[in-house]
């Protein structure tokens, strides 16, 4: 019977988790993919402490497409009294049980799930809610938006790719009725890569203009949405405005 530590090193990982006994995963995008997690959690746990102040204890969270876990444990680790991460593949919500096991984490647990399956009435509602890498992978963005805002109490952060916008007016139907884009939506082809761990499940992915970003959150019913500033040694992607991190409040 092996060890829980040998379990995680038989298999791969997405993120550098440090273990008990001072080793650490090796994550199969090679190191330089950390980077990128780290800014996020950087940018998320400055955001949830502005946005809800230091005492962390009488919170919850829900992490909407957890992976391996890595955001759900950092947040558990953080004070958090209960999270729980959702994810469509079975094999990360195995592989974030696992990592939940060896730290022996009462608090954080994990569920089998797609997104747009999430209801209040079976998870409950949580403080925060988080959506991270997720929405650009999505056939149903909007849907998701509205499934973020039905489980959150206090706030919700979305880190997401985003393409450019396109503005302007429309006639819509006729010339005397025209209405103003409130955003757009670009559409990328994952069919050939729902294999992929990080990737779509349908494959059909519309990624938002950060203009339509803002705009549903409201239209979802947030009361406010603002762009989070990316430090100056930010993941590159994040720093250039390809991707953002929105703190969406209640
Ligand atoms: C790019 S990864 C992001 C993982 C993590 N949130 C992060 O930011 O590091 C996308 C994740 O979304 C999950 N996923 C894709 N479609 C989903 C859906 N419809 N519902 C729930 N999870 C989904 C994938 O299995 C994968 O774990």
């Given amino acids: 019977?092996?060890?829980?530590?040998?379990?995680?090193?038989?298999?791969?990982?997405?993120?550098?988790?440090?273990?008990?006994?001072?080793?650490?995963?090796?994550?199969?995008?090679?190191?330089?993919?950390?980077?990128?997690?780290?800014?996020?959690?950087?940018?998320?746990?400055?955001?949830?402490?502005?946005?809800?102040?230091?005492?962390?204890?009488?919170?919850?969270?829900?992490?909407?497409?957890?992976?391996?876990?890595?955001?759900?444990?950092?947040?558990?680790?953080?004070?958090?009294?209960?999270?729980?991460?959702?994810?469509?593949?079975?094999?990360?919500?195995?592989?974030?049980?696992?990592?939940?096991?060896?730290?022996?984490?009462?608090?954080?647990?994990?569920?089998?799930?797609?997104?747009?399956?999430?209801?209040?009435?079976?998870?409950?509602?949580?403080?925060?809610?988080?959506?991270?890498?997720?929405?650009?992978h999505l056939e149903n963005p909007v849907g998701a938006l509205r499934v973020c805002r039905a489980l959150c109490k206090q706030l919700c952060v979305i880190e997401t790719q985003i393409v450019p916008g396109m503005t302007g007016f429309v006639d819509y139907g006729s010339y005397q009725y025209v209405r103003p884009l409130k955003g757009s939506f670009g559409i990328i082809d994952e069919t050939g890569d729902t294999h992929g761990p990080e990737a779509s499940v349908t494959g059909v992915c519309l990624v938002p203009s950060l203009d339509a970003l803002l705009w549903l959150l409201e239209k979802v019913g947030f009361s406010s949405a603002e762009v989070l500033e990316p430090p100056q040694e930010a993941y590159e992607q994040l720093l250039h405005h390809k991707r953002v991190m929105v703190a969406a409040r209640v």
């Fill in 1 to 136: 019977m092996s060890t829980l530590i040998e379990q995680v090193h038989s298999r791969e990982w997405f993120y550098a988790y440090d273990l008990p006994d001072g080793s650490s995963t090796t994550t199969y995008h090679g190191i330089d993919i950390q980077a990128i997690h780290d800014t996020r959690w950087n940018m998320l746990d400055a955001c949830i402490g502005h946005c809800l102040g230091p005492e962390r204890g009488g919170l919850t969270a829900l992490d909407l497409a957890c992976h391996q876990g890595w955001f759900a444990y950092n947040m558990a680790r953080s004070g958090f009294s209960r999270v729980l991460g959702v994810d469509a593949r079975q094999s990360h919500v195995d592989d974030s049980s696992l990592i939940s096991q060896i730290y022996e984490m009462d608090q954080l647990s994990f569920l089998q799930g797609d997104i747009h399956e999430q209801t209040p009435d079976q998870t409950g509602k949580f403080d925060v809610v988080l959506m991270l890498g997720l929405l650009y």
